[in-house]
């Protein structure tokens, strides 16, 4: 089978494609852009965006989408938007096991898999599920109004009621439906996927999912907590891009395959492990904070992070992360406009930018024309940089050194109020 390979905001490929796949790549939006080549009958122009992965066009090659991170890092990174607070806890590269493998599907199958060995270790985990159904001999209670309904003067059947203590649980079929979901998908290793079948036998009693159905919800608990991880990343391959389970009446898309959006990787990793580490200087965060930008509410803004007292009332910070590299003269003029908007809209005296890349840690901004506080200091906009090919050590004491600094803005708010 052939396969296209794209790097991540890298150059352009021309591709052999069929007009059917060069449109369907191009509608779906999962690339930056794919036209037809002007200089090359029958083929196209594949530029990959923020997404890496792989997929698959209907009658098209397999297109497989490098990430400039390494993989390792890249599922570090992930790790912390699937359970936060233990990445904080473990800052090693194995938080989430990715075997040797060093392109994003055979990585995220080989984890996958490997956690779900971890959580059917000791048997598969069963709950109570409530059953109605027809039956010969009553069990349960008996459904007084279908009896009369469906079978009005006559016996048996009954229609009956009961709890069903059953290996058919959200969580079994979650699990269930990431083991098949990852046998469809194209690049994943044969011993990986020989494991993988091997799982979904010991899953066999767990239905399977209805294509076009919402995923079956679950609740953390003390019965499943040792499921937890794998369910984490369950969810995230079967809403990783596929058209399989979006809800009725969505637009699925025209390709299969697994995805991952670095912009929102990396906000993930920003906002959760920021809130981790301000948890140390006894400050809360909100992530995602609405508000609005104008007395109407007609503007509405939506930061990624909001810094808070420990009682939550009061803001002091608010932060924005932009997966993107710091410009060589480190102006991104839309990005401050957009941070000295957040901080004027909820009255703080400095806003945070943090960028994937950059040639300095750390600058600010002093902003001409606002009002000066006790410090002296008018409005500032401050720029960080966090590498991610640093080592996760690293990156843990590079978030660190920023929740200092916005923990320094909190004690400086309370010291003006």
Not at 172 to 198: F, I
Not at 334 to 345: G, I, K, N
């Amino acid at each position: 089978m052939l396969e296209v390979t794209l790097r991540e905001y890298g150059p352009a490929v021309s591709v052999p494609l069929g007009t059917e796949a060069g449109r369907a790549l191009a509608v779906s939006g999962v690339l930056q852009s794919a036209t037809p080549d002007p200089d090359r009958g029958g083929h196209w122009l594949l530029r990959a965006g923020s997404r890496v992965g792989a997929l698959r066009p209907p009658g098209g090659p397999v297109v497989r989408i490098m990430p400039k991170t390494p993989v390792s890092r890249l599922f570090f990174l992930l790790g912390f938007s699937l359970d936060p607070a233990r990445a904080w806890r473990d800052s090693r590269e194995g938080t989430v096991d990715t075997g040797a493998y060093d392109d994003v599907v055979p990585a995220l199958a080989h984890a996958v898999e490997r956690q779900m060995d971890a959580a059917l270790r000791q048997g598969v985990l069963q709950g109570y599920r409530e059953v109605e159904e027809s039956a010969l001999v009553v069990r349960g209670r008996l459904r007084e109004a279908e009896q009369i309904r469906r079978h009005f003067g006559r016996t048996p059947p009954a229609e009956i009621a009961y709890d069903a203590y059953t290996a058919d649980t959200a969580e079994n079929r979650l699990l269930r439906a990431a083991a098949e979901r990852l046998l469809r998908l194209p690049g994943v290793p044969g011993p990986v996927r020989r494991r993988l079948a091997h799982q979904r036998v010991r899953l066999a009693d767990a239905a399977p999912l209805i294509r076009g159905q919402e995923l079956p919800r679950w609740q953390p608990s003390r019965m499943n907590f040792r499921y937890q991880p794998a369910l984490r990343l369950a969810e995230a391959v079967l809403r990783g891009n596929s058209p399989e389970h979006q809800p009725p009446g969505s637009n699925p898309l025209a390709v299969d395959g697994f995805l991952l959006d670095m912009n929102q990787v990396f906000e993930d990793f920003v906002t959760m492990a920021l809130r981790e580490a301000l948890r140390e200087h006894g400050l809360t965060a909100r992530l995602q904070d609405p508000h609005q930008l104008d007395t109407a509410g007609l503007i509405r803004i939506r930061p990624d992070l909001v810094v808070r007292t420990g009682d939550g009332r009061t803001p002091v910070a608010v932060v924005d992360a932009k997966y993107k590299v710091e410009r060589a003269d480190g102006l991104h003029n839309a990005d401050l406009y957009q941070a000295l908007a957040y901080a004027t809209v909820l009255g703080l005296r400095e806003a945070h930018l943090v960028y994937a890349a950059g040639r300095r840690p750390e600058r600010f901004h002093e902003v001409k024309g606002t009002t000066a506080g006790p410090d002296g200091r008018g409005t500032r906009l401050y720029q960080h940089s966090l590498d991610l090919s640093r080592e996760p050590e690293q990156l843990r004491s590079a978030v660190r050194h920023i929740a200092g600094r916005l923990a320094l803005a909190g004690n400086r708010s309370n010291s003006t109020s």
